[in-house]
Every structure is written in structure tokens, then in C-alpha cells.
């Protein structure tokens, strides 16, 4: 837990110290107890659209092999891979119908198995996904459940009488849209499904559906997974007596009632599973992160488990719901996030949200903004997951019409719900034909940008959003008090400047963002941080014309961001 101290009205944070890991085993920590995970840079791949080693239009797993050059020139630690098991790919991957396999789509076993030891010889652990709250509806689990109401595996999944003839058991509804209960008029009972109706959930309160599970993870440990991604966790457990959900106003963008999701969401049983989880990744030296959507920081605590014994790495999702660049509402979240303890981990795009890229830029700075914003979440005490293609600055690319679109809840909520093909498209790694993903058809179109925004392009242009980012994680890297230092905020009541430091003994590491779009004069005052004027070097800025000198005001251009050292 980390001690909080309010310094001349500062926020100053001290440094977590961390749960020894269980059963004793020996572990590489530094004086503070950090693993390789506290500061290691993630990068998610969505391997559909990362690299097309066999040309066929859909990315692969020797596709990523071959780009692992370029990620750990880029500074990248680990690989999370969104899920490459064998599936219908109703929801591209995440349903599953075999959790010990790799979908023919992506490659085989032994291409995982290069993949993992080419990763080894590029300093780069692999990550993979684990989707433990359903199955695809064609896993042989299912199946067996599905074939009578005496099958074995019946109870594997939540299956239910309805309340009365084509009425199903309660008011619980899909976030992918309409009910959450399908009918099967075979057996004559529903089953239920959070997520598509391809995506039966299973039944986590049958201790078989646990230690099956367990075991799946057990069997990618031994191949040498060094941790998990646990996807839709807060779905897990189900009121055995299915209440219905209390209704909310209005209706959702399916038009379905909205409901306050408090009988089938959060239930607390999810902490006893993300203990066992734990447990058999400790077996393993392996970190969990989670899918973890929270409303506030009070609720993300939770996760990390009240004795530290849930998951090392939940994911604060939250900045990703901010709409706007705002220099007080990222310096009160990170105060909130700093002041609640644990190692945060922060993330400003994925495979289901807009893209970072379009949602905070203005249309007339973006690149600015993208280079501002990552100054901000990479500059920050805790693990950063990037998410492919944000480091070049890929925008959001929305299907045009109904009939292009392929996420199904995207077919089924068309137009107010687009889906989520626009943050998917693929990585953009030249200005050739289908930006260099494939020589086919892509399964995706390309986004516009790729002319201007690729790797080749970008690498040869010492200002573009690509350097940038290889330049934050080389000072992530080189910078003791970037990744151990406290964080101290400065200047609580400027409107358009968020400014911290980052302090570790005598050092310090000065970031200042101009989060306006018009220059702003910046005060710089280390006192309350430690320092009494200190000498500054300018370790890194974005402003088109560069700042050499830090006195005790800076001015700053719109949207930019200047990191500077103070000197002994
Ligand atoms: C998570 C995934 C999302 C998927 C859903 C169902 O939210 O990130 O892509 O559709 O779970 O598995």
C-alpha cells in the first residue's frame, strides 16, 4: 500500500511496496519489490490485423514474429495478444471452442512456440488472453450441455426454465443487444449469454468449470506464457436467484430498457476467482491483468485484492472515457489514482473504444495531441499498455455503411451503434498498397491515413509521432525517477497546464503538458517538490520549435508537452 501525504497542498505519493509473492519463491525485485511488469511497456496486438505473414488477408502469428524487431526497437516489454484460439470468430476470437489450441486462421502450436522463443531472444514476453466469463457456442463443452437436460456438462453452463411460454427467465439483457437468454427448443429451457448468443457464459459457481479453466491456464504457463489478460471479469458470476435488474430510464442503443446491471455484474464471488487465479499464476511467476471497467478508482482498488491477492495489473480504463483534453480532469484523476495506492495501469485505447488518436484530436493538431497525450500516460508512475498503431498515430476508420460493417453488434445497432471495425483496421507499416499488411484484400479496409501515418514513413521523419514515442520509452528506460520516482503535482489551479514531477532522492524528472489549444506561460517551481531552484535540462519536447531552456516560467505551445531534468 502506498502512503498519501498532503505536502503544501501537493499531492505526494511514496512509492508502493508490494504482497511478497506466495510460497516463497525467489523472485528478480529491485529495492522497491518491482517485478519485470511494473516496468515493462505492453502493447496490445489484435493479431487479425497486426501482420499477414501467408497473405490471405487476416493477420497471423509469424506475422507477429516478424515484427518483433521493430517492437523492441520501440521499446515494447510485452506482447498481449487478444485471443488466437481456434473460433467461429463470431466475435473475431473471443469465442473460444478450444482453450488449449490455435485457431488455423493465426498459425499452429509450433508457431506459437517460435513466437514465444523469438520473443525470448528479443527481450519480449508474450501475453496472451483469457476469456473465462463464455465459450463460443460450438465448444464441445456447449455442445455436450446443449444435448439434453441430463448431459454431465449440463450445469457447465447457466441453463433455465422460462417464466412462462416465449418468456425468458428475467430481464437481464445482452450488452451486445436484446435479451441475455436464448430459448433452445430442444431441450425446452434458455440459457444465458452477457455477450452474444455465440457466447454461452459458463457456470464458474461448478467447481469443474473452475479447475478446467485453471488448467487451461496452466497448460499456455508451461508453454511459456508469462501472464494473462483476463478479459470481461466483472461478468462472471450471476444472482443464483436471477432477480430481475431494477430498470433505469430510457432505452439502450438497441432499444432495449436500460437496467442497473446489479444482479449480474460485480457480484462479489468475482474476488474469490481472481484469488484461484492468482494462486496458479504465482505457481508460475505470472502477472494477470484485467479487463477491468470501473466508475471510479475505489472500485478499481478492489481488484487488486484486499491482501494484494487478486490481480497485479487491473486496467484503468477510465481516462478512456474522457472525452476531452482537459488539464483538471487528467491532473484530479491521476491525483484520485495516486492517491488510492497500487500500481496503476494506465490505457488510452483498445480493440473496443474509439481510438485515442480521433477521440482527443481536434482535427487541426492531432499529431500535436497524440504526441502531447503520450507524453502524459508514459511519463506516469505505472505500466502504460499501448495499444498497435497508436504509437504512428492510426486514426479511427468507421465503416461507411451497414453492409461493410463486420462486428456484429455494429450489423445489429447500425446507425447509432457503428461497432467496433474502426479501431481494428490494419497496422499501417508503409504507404504501399494496404498500407504493407498484406498483398490481398485486407479482411478490413486500411484507415486514410496511412499515406502520412506508417512505420516507414514515420521512422525516416525525426518529428513524427513515431519518434516521439521510441524517445518517451528510451527515457522510460533511462530515467530511474521515471519509473520509480514519486509523482508530485504542480500548479493544482492552472486551467490549461497539467505539470508534475516525478522524484526519486535528489532527482527530478519535470513533466509539463499544455493541454489548450492556444501558448501558454507555464510557473516553474520545484520548492514544494524538493527542490529549491534547480538547474533544468530539457530532456525531451514536442513544440515545433524546440525549447533549449527551462527558467522559472516556460512558455508553451498549444498542445504540447516538454520533459526537463534538474541538474546538480
Ligand atoms: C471484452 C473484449 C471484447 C469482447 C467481449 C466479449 O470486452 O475486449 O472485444 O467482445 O469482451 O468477450
Known amino acids: 500500500m502506498s502512503k498519501t501525504l498532503i505536502v503544501a497542498g501537493l499531492l505526494v505519493t511514496s512509492m508502493s511496496t508490494f504482497t511478497p509473492i506466495a510460497r516463497g519463491q525467489v523472485k528478480p525485485t529491485d529495492v522497491a519489490h518491482h517485478e519485470w511488469w511494473h516496468h515493462a511497456v505492453f502493447y496490445e496486438v489484435y493479431p487479425r490485423s497486426f501482420a499477414?505473414?501467408?497473405?490471405?488477408?487476416?493477420?497471423?502469428?509469424?506475422?507477429?514474429?516478424?515484427?518483433?524487431?521493430?517492437?523492441?526497437?520501440?521499446?515494447?516489454?510485452?506482447?498481449?495478444?487478444t485471443p488466437c484460439f481456434p473460433s467461429p470468430q463470431v466475435d473475431f476470437g473471443y469465442d473460444v471452442s478450444d482453450y488449449e489450441s490455435?485457431?488455423?486462421?493465426?498459425?499452429?502450436?509450433?508457431?506459437?512456440?517460435?513466437?514465444?522463443?523469438?520473443s525470448k531472444a528479443h527481450d519480449i514476453k508474450i501475453i496472451l488472453d483469457f476469456v473465462p466469463n463464455h465459450t463460443s457456442d460450438q465448444h464441445k463443452w456447449f455442445l455436450e450441455s446443449k444435448s439434453s437436460r441430463t448431459s454431465p456438462k449440463r450445469d457447465w453452463y447457466i441453463w433455465r426454465d422460462g417464466k412462462?411460454?416465449?418468456?425468458?427467465?428475467?430481464?437481464?439483457?445482452?450488452?451486445?443487444?436484446?435479451?441475455?437468454?436464448?430459448?433452445?427448443?430442444?431441450?425446452?429451457?434458455?440459457?444465458?449469454?452477457?455477450?452474444?448468443?455465440?457466447?454461452?457464459?459458463?457456470?464458474?459457481?461448478?467447481?469443474?468449470?473452475?479447475?478446467?479453466?485453471?488448467?487451461?491456464?496452466?497448460?499456455?504457463?508451461?508453454?511459456g506464457v508469462a501472464g494473462f489478460r483476463l478479459d470481461a471479469v466483472d461478468t462472471l458470476y450471476e444472482d443464483p436467484n436471477l432477480k430481475d435488474n431494477p430498470l433505469l430510464p430510457g432505452t439502450d442503443k438497441f432499444g432495449f430498457p436500460n437496467t442497473n446491471e446489479i444482479y449480474n455484474k460485480k457480484l462479489p464471488e468475482v474476488h474469490d476467482i481472481m484469488r484461484a487465479m492468482r494462486k496458479v499464476a504465482d505457481e508460475y511467476g505470472a502477472v494477470l491483468i484485467g479487463e477491468t471497467w470501473t466508475q471510479n478508482v475505489a472500485q478499481l482498488r478492489e481488484y487488486y485484492g484486499a491482501r494484494n491477492d487478486e490481480l497485479q495489473m487491473p486496467m484503468d480504463l477510465m481516462m478512456t472515457e474522457f472525452k476531452q483534453v482537459s488539464a483538471p480532469a487528467f491532473r484530479d484523476h491521476i491525483g484520485a489514482v495516486e492517491g488510492a495506492g497500487g500500481w496503476p495501469v494506465f490505457v488510452i485505447s483498445n480493440h473496443d473504444i474509439v481510438r485515442s488518436y480521433t477521440r482527443w484530436g481536434d482535427g487541426v493538431h492531432n499529431d500535436d495531441i497524440a504526441k502531447l497525450m503520450a507524453a502524459m500516460y508514459l511519463m506516469l508512475r505505472g505500466t502504460p499498455i499501448m495499444y498497435y498503431g497508436e504509437e504512428i498515430g492510426m486514426e479511427n476508420s468507421d465503416p461507411k455503411s451497414k453492409d461493410d460493417v463486420r462486428d456484429p453488434i455494429g450489423r445489429r445497432g447500425w446507425p447509432l451503434e457503428k461497432g467496433r471495425d474502426g479501431e481494428r483496421t490494419p497496422m499501417q507499416w508503409s504507404d504501399a498498397k494496404n498500407a504493407g499488411f498484406t498483398e490481398v484484400t485486407p479482411w478490413l479496409p486500411v484507415a486514410p491515413n496511412y499515406r502520412t501515418h506508417n512505420v516507414v514513413t514515420e521512422t525516416a521523419d525525426p518529428q513524427s509521432i513515431l519518434n516521439f514515442y521510441r524517445r518517451l520509452l528510451d527515457l522510460r528506460r533511462d530515467e530511474p525517477a521515471l519509473r520509480e520516482g514519486q509523482y508530485v503535482a504542480l500548479n493544482p489551479q492552472d486551467p490549461n497546464v497539467f505539470a508534475f514531477v516525478r522524484r526519486l532522492k535528489g532527482e527530478g524528472v519535470l513533466v509539463a503538458l499544455n493541454m489548450s489549444g492556444s501558448s501558454q506561460t507555464v510557473k516553474v517551481d520545484l520548492k514544494a517538490a524538493g527542490f529549491s531552484q534547480p538547474k533544468m535540462r530539457v530532456l525531451l519536447t514536442s513544440s515545433h520549435t524546440p525549447i533549449t531552456k527551462v527558467s522559472t516560467e516556460i512558455e508553451m505551445e498549444p498542445y504540447s508537452a516538454l520533459i526537463a531534468k534538474t541538474v546538480k
Request: glycine share 10%; charged share 20%.
Open 102 to 118: 490455435i485457431d488455423p486462421m493465426y498459425g499452429t502450436l509450433a508457431d506459437f512456440d517460435r513466437l514465444v522463443a523469438q
Open 52 to 81: 499477414d505473414s501467408n497473405n490471405d488477408g487476416v493477420g497471423d502469428l509469424n506475422g507477429i514474429t516478424s515484427k518483433l524487431g521493430y517492437l523492441q526497437h520501440l521499446g515494447v516489454k510485452a506482447l498481449w495478444i
Open 164 to 223: 412462462g411460454p416465449n418468456q425468458p427467465p428475467n430481464n437481464w439483457t445482452s450488452t451486445f443487444g436484446g435479451s441475455a437468454w436464448k430459448y433452445d427448443p430442444a431441450t425446452g429451457q434458455y440459457y444465458y449469454h452477457y455477450f452474444y448468443a455465440e457466447q454461452p457464459d459458463l457456470n464458474w459457481r461448478n467447481p469443474e468449470v473452475v479447475k478446467a479453466m485453471l488448467d487451461a491456464m496452466r497448460f499456455w504457463y508451461k508453454r
